[in-house]
Structures are given as C-alpha cells and as structure tokens.
C-alpha cells in the first residue's frame, strides 16, 4: 500500500531525538487537515528547555507555531489541543502558555483538553502537547 494522496510527512525542524528511532513523522499532511505530534520542550541535544510547567508550555507552542509556519498555517488553524502534563495541580502554568497564543484569536481558540499522566519519556518533562489544525480547500 502507497502513501494516501495528498498526504505528506515531515520531520521536526529540528527532529527530536526520537523520531527516526521510534520511527514517525512530527508533523503529518492529510488533505486539508494537518496533525502535529506529541512535542515536547526538549532540544535537538537531548536536553529539556524550561524547569517549570510554564516555560516549557510556552517552549512547546513556540515549536509547534514553527511547525505550522512551515505548511503554511498559524495558530488561527488550530482546530484541536490536547496537552499532557505531570502535575494537573500546575495547570493554570500551562493554560497562561495556551492563553498566549489563542485566546486573542478573532473567532475563538481551540477546543482543547488537559490531562495529567503519570510521566512523559524523560522525567525531567512536565508537558507535551499536540494539535490538529485545518486548512480551508481552496476556493475554486
């Protein structure tokens, strides 16, 4: 079986450690819809941006705005955020992060879920996040 039509796969810029290893794609191309993997705040090295909730909330959406920018999406096509934290009692450090970047969004942020795991790959991760975001088809 070949690749769907219209779909296509791209690594990080920069690929975390992780994703030539475990074998996927950070960012993936559907049709009009545009999925980004869980990322985290770790850099190319190894070593994890941020020591509080916030900052590596804030690290995380920065690189997942990046990512967008490069299929030529922002943050107003975001359609879906679900993120991923260690101490639920931190909560509002990463919803202050989400706030950032979606809510002075003309039609209104995300749908969006938080949930306390138990951990992440690294200990010393305390978030990870992923979305879905749509690109409208072109008008024709």
């Given amino acids: 079986m070949g690749e769907p039509a219209g ?3 791209l690594a990080g810029d920069p690929a975390s450690p992780w994703e030539g290893l475990y074998g996927y ?3 993936v191309c559907a ?4 999925m980004i993997g869980g990322t985290t705040s770790v850099d190319p090295s190894g070593a994890v941006v941020g020591a509080m909730p916030y900052e590596q909330a804030a690290e995380v959406f920065r690189k997942l705005l990046h990512e967008l920018s490069r299929v030529g999406l922002g943050a107003g096509d975001v359609v879906s955020v679900r993120m991923y934290v260690t101490d ?3 909560a509002d450090e990463v919803g ?5 970047v979606f809510s ?3 039609a209104g942020g995300p749908v969006t879920t ?4 138990s951990g992440l790959i690294d200990p010393r991760m305390l978030v990870e996040i992923e979305l879905a975001a749509y690109r409208d088809p072109p008008a024709h």
């Avoid at 049709?31 to 545009?34: D, H, I, L, M, S």
């Avoid at 938080?114 to 795991?117: I, L, P, Y």
């Fill in 7 to 9: 779909t296509r796969r």
């Fill in 25 to 27: 794609s950070r960012v």
């Fill in 31 to 34: 049709g009009p819809w545009v």
């Fill in 88 to 90: 639920i009692s931190r």
């Fill in 96 to 100: 202050r992060a989400h706030g950032e």
């Fill in 104 to 106: 002075g969004l003309p």
């Fill in 114 to 117: 938080m949930v306390e795991v």
